[in-house]
């Protein structure tokens, strides 16, 4: 048998320039983050407060509210939504083996969507002592139990005998999206102007009601699930070549899909309980990263969180500026720059290979 | 050290597929599964690589495979599957080192290069596995899997190569090229199963041989004890004549003499 070596058969190493990409991606989610403290619809500026700092003089009461109290916090919230959504995103792409799955299929956005509307429309009828309990977070709390419970209860219809069904919960994910819009939808029947108002912003999603409360309660929650995502870049991997395969390799398959599909749940949930319905990320940032290193879960999940949360705040920034002292929902300003990139990459690559 | 399935019996629904089958493979030689469509030849091999639910028992170099996790399984045998498909835009050499992030190879990284060059597909490292042909995907599948187990021994102990049909989408030459590999896998010291479709590949690279038919072994055996006119002729259900040349007028091909 003739072995054929030439300098093309040199194996390529794409899994070394894919960790490259992650002090890249670093240094620019550095960059992002002083764009984002710097630009504001205010004049306060971050390079101006520092010269100031360094001067010795004290910041104004104003500078130190839109820096600590509302830039700041938007900024860490944008951070962790847009890492949320885009790993959420890959994960879930390995899991259902399709570069177009999306944290949707888990049932999360129907969830998190019905729990957001009920506690819209009907919030004001609950007892007055749980609306003191919850305060003004009840659209994010009654969001974030959709979503999770949604997950959970396809989770549990889709597993049996140990084993879960990854087609029965695509199927179980459409009935269950279906149901919670049918409900979602006699509830806007029955909503007054102001709350018709207010869920169309919701399902837009936006950073604008950031604070350092819905940080502390999201952020524990998304950095656990996505701490525990970033450990399934093997599974995932080995998932690629199907479950059988998988399991064959050394995978215990179970436990991976137990894990990847609770993390999404718990990330994803919190996302879009605290930020609304914000779209695309998750889809388009894996796969620009497949396109750039290659489809290796084991870096792709770590650079999706830093890209997901890069592209969600220059997103915001666009978001608050664009149409300033007003604002724009991020979820048009992620649609609007991101859809058209993503048919571009579709129709270049089209008949080329499967995505 | 060899691998023993005892009275496997599997079901798919309320249809027995398997009815109490039973079979020894000894490392450093080929066994083949034979029998026609349906017979169970490939629920056997499910069994075997525990991918199936089953009744009776299989031993791996003297561990029941049912004690052993996924990975310790993975390190004594690798399996190769019908089919592949695969799901995202991998190229070759990364789906050959799939194989080697879990198998005994460890962190050699020449292996997966070995391994492509041992299957005659090493100038197809860079390519994308999505482009390749049925047969050259085929053939990646079976680096990935040699990777996996490429010390034939290990530590005193056999590993496995694990082969459901793996000649069904090749031509000729990479049939032969393939059992090839299998038999110096054994010859080595490694143990092999295969399912076989061809009877004249399954005479001259098989040292035993299991014909199914049923759900039942039907014989076991040498291939000189076991592909007889009788036994061939009951397991696949019509005539067969071992050694008998072909009708006049149809071309005839013989494997065996690519050896010769």
């Known amino acids: 048998m003739a072995v054929v070596t030439d300098i093309e058969s040199a194996p390529r190493d794409r899994l070394s320039r894919a960790r490259a990409l992650h002090w890249v991606l670093a240094g620019a989610l550095a960059l992002a983050c002083i764009a984002s403290l710097e630009i504001g619809a205010t004049d306060v500026t971050l390079l101006a407060m520092l010269a100031k700092l360094a001067q010795g003089e004290a910041l104004s009461q104003m500078e130190r509210v839109v820096l600590f109290e509302i830039r700041l916090p938007r900024l860490a919230m944008g951070v962790l939504v847009g890492a949320a959504l885009a790993v959420s995103g890959a994960a879930m792409q390995g899991l259902f083996r399709n570069p177009l799955a999306d944290p949707g299929i888990v049932g999360v956005g129907a969830g998190a969507g019905l729990g957001a509307i009920l506690a819209i429309v009907l919030g004001a009828l609950l007892p007055v002592w749980m609306l003191n309990l919850v305060g003004n977070q009840m659209v994010s709390f009654a969001a974030f139990l959709g979503g999770w419970g949604s997950t959970i209860l396809l989770y549990r219809v889709s597993t049996r005998h140990g084993r879960t069904s990854v087609a029965t919960m695509l199927l179980a994910g459409i009935a269950l999206g279906a149901l919670a819009g049918a409900l979602s939808g006699i509830l806007v029947y029955i909503a007054d102007d102001r709350q018709l108002r207010d869920l169309t912003f919701w399902g837009l999603g936006s950073l604008a009601g950031a604070s350092w409360a819905k940080v502390l309660s999201a952020g524990p929650l998304i950095l656990l699930s996505i701490g525990a995502a970033l450990m399934l870049g093997r599974g995932l991997n080995g998932l690629a070549l199907g479950e059988a395969t998988a399991a064959h390799i050394g995978i215990d398959v179970q436990r991976m899909k137990s894990i990847a599909i609770l993390a999404v749940a718990g990330a994803t949930g919190a996302a879009v309980a605290v930020s609304g319905g914000i779209g695309f990320i998750g889809i388009v940032v894996p796969h620009l990263l497949r396109l750039a290193s290659g489809p290796d879960h084991r870096t792709l999940l770590l650079n999706s969180a830093l890209l997901g949360a890069i592209l969600l705040i220059l997103a915001d920034v666009i978001a608050r500026v664009v149409i300033a002292p007003a604002e724009l929902p991020i979820g048009i300003v992620t649609a609007v720059l991101g859809a058209p990139v993503f048919l571009w990459i579709l129709l270049k690559r089209r008949g080329l290979v499967e995505l | ?260």
């Open chain 2, 1 to 260: 050290m060899s691998l023993i399935a005892e009275d496997i019996h599997v079901s798919y629904g309320r249809r027995e597929a398997l009815r109490g089958v039973s079979l020894t493979a000894q490392p450093g030689e080929v066994t083949a599964i034979v029998g026609p469509n349906g017979s169970g030849k490939s629920t056997l091999l499910g069994a075997i690589t525990a991918s199936l639910p089953f009744r009776g028992n299989v031993s791996l170099n003297g561990r029941d495979i049912g004690t052993l996790k996924p990975w310790e399984l993975a390190a004594e045998r690798a399996v190769l599957p019908q089919a592949s498909r695969l799901a995202f835009p991998f190229n070759v050499i990364e789906v050959v080192r799939l194989g080697l992030q879990s198998g005994t190879a460890g962190d050699r990284p020449e292996v997966p290069m070995q391994a492509l060059a041992r299957v005659g597909l090493a100038h197809y490292a860079n390519r994308a596995f999505q482009e390749l042909s049925g047969g050259e995907a085929q053939r990646v599948m079976l680096a990935r899997v040699l990777a996996q187990v490429w010390a034939p021994v290990e530590g005193g102990q056999p590993r496995w190569l694990l082969l459901d049909e793996p000649v069904s989408s090749l031509d000729i030459a990479h049939q032969l090229q393939v059992m090839e590999i299998a038999r110096d896998f054994a010859r080595a010291g490694g143990g092999v199963i295969a399912v076989m479709h061809d009877l004249n590949l399954t005479a001259l690279f098989a040292d035993r041989v299991a014909v199914l038919a049923e759900g039942q072994r039907l014989s076991f055996g040498t291939p000189i004890e076991v592909l007889t006119d009788d036994i061939l002729s009951r397991a696949y259900g019509c005539a067969l004549r071992v050694s008998a040349p072909p009708p006049v007028g149809v071309p005839y091909i013989l494997p065996h003499a690519a050896s010769a």
